[in-house]
């Protein structure tokens, strides 16, 4: 199984954030995507575009990308184009936006809210074709861009049964936050009956969690809780998500969600010691495979600076 993280949403040291994770071996950076979201962050596109010129191997994943925010076009010439620039690094997180983000954005760009699903699915039944600079309809005619990319995994949020559906129609992966591996291994049944039902295999799993490892105060959790809440988690379940304690019990949490299924885990810290975190996770990471030791190559790091690549 795979262990990327959340890069920091703003700051000035997004670029030393990178290539620390990247040193340490974790498979993938994540950033958030909306216009007027509730907590502030920087626009995804131009921040992976910036990670994309530091580093050279880790992946660069949207947690998720708003498509119907988007003109489908732009947006597929700024996927093609981030994948030129990483060598085909992207991991395409796509989503319809949440409820929790209000409706702002939505008259800031002309798009009525409750069309977002419809518009979601209609961008994403162009958007391969464009990303690969074929000969795509749009709007009544054929466009082709250039130039072409190779089209990334996509990768689609939100744990609901719309989610779900389009997860089973157009997914490479399906991408819930916020959850726990009892219901994954739930939802897994309904998702392989309906990728059947549009004659596919059954999507991959990605799952956020929320983390917050080593000594955290309790009124820490407590404020990240709330925060959950204000998402429409109930509290006990939100308690449930977050994971706690010392890396070898991350381990074991992540263990947990290998076992029911799940192929990649997006690690999501939200403590202020944002580079701790990170070695934190990169060491539950090494814990899964017995110890940090026994993954580290003779003498503890390359030749590079990093230490050997981490999956599960």
């Known amino acids: 199984m795979d262990v990327g993280t959340t890069l920091p949403g703003v700051g000035h040291d997004l670029v030393a954030f990178a290539q620390h994770a990247e040193g340490l071996g974790l498979e993938s950076l994540w950033h958030g995507d909306h216009l007027i979201p509730v907590n502030p962050f920087l626009d995804s596109t131009l921040v992976h575009a910036t990670v994309a010129a530091v580093t050279t191997k880790i992946k660069l994943g949207f947690g998720v990308m708003v498509l119907p925010l988007r003109q489908p076009a732009w947006t597929a010439k700024q996927i093609a184009t981030l994948q030129h620039l990483s060598g085909d690094r992207v991991l395409l997180g796509v989503g319809s936006g ?6 702002a954005a939505w008259h800031a760009v002309d798009v009525p809210f ?8 209609a961008i ?3 958007l391969p074709g464009l990303v690969r600079g074929e000969k795509t309809l749009l709007h009544g005619k054929e466009i082709a861009l250039s130039p072409g990319a190779t089209m990334p995994p996509v990768l689609v949020g939100g744990g609901g049964k719309p989610a779900l559906r389009r997860a089973a129609r157009f997914g490479d992966h399906w991408y819930p936050a916020f959850t726990t591996p009892h219901a994954i291994g739930k939802a897994l049944a309904e998702l392989e009956e309906l990728a059947a039902s549009y004659g596919r295999p059954r999507p991959g799993v990605t799952v956020g969690v929320t983390v917050a490892l080593g000594d955290v105060p309790t009124s820490v959790i407590d404020q990240r809780v709330k925060g959950m809440t204000d998402y429409g988690l109930p509290e006990e379940f939100a308690r449930q998500t977050i994971i706690t304690g010392t890396p070898a019990q991350a381990a074991e949490r992540f263990a947990a969600f290998a076992e029911a299924g799940v192929d990649r885990i997006v690690a999501m810290p939200f403590t202020e010691d944002r580079f701790r975190q990170t070695e934190l996770i990169a060491e539950a990471v090494f814990d899964g495979r017995d110890s940090v030791a026994a993954a580290r190559p003779p003498g503890g790091r390359q030749a590079d600076g990093g230490l050997a690549t981490v999956v599960l």
């Open 98 to 103: 949440g409820e929790a983000h209000g409706e």
């Open 114 to 121: 409750a069309e977002r699903g419809k518009r979601t699915d």
């Open 124 to 126: 994403l039944e162009v």
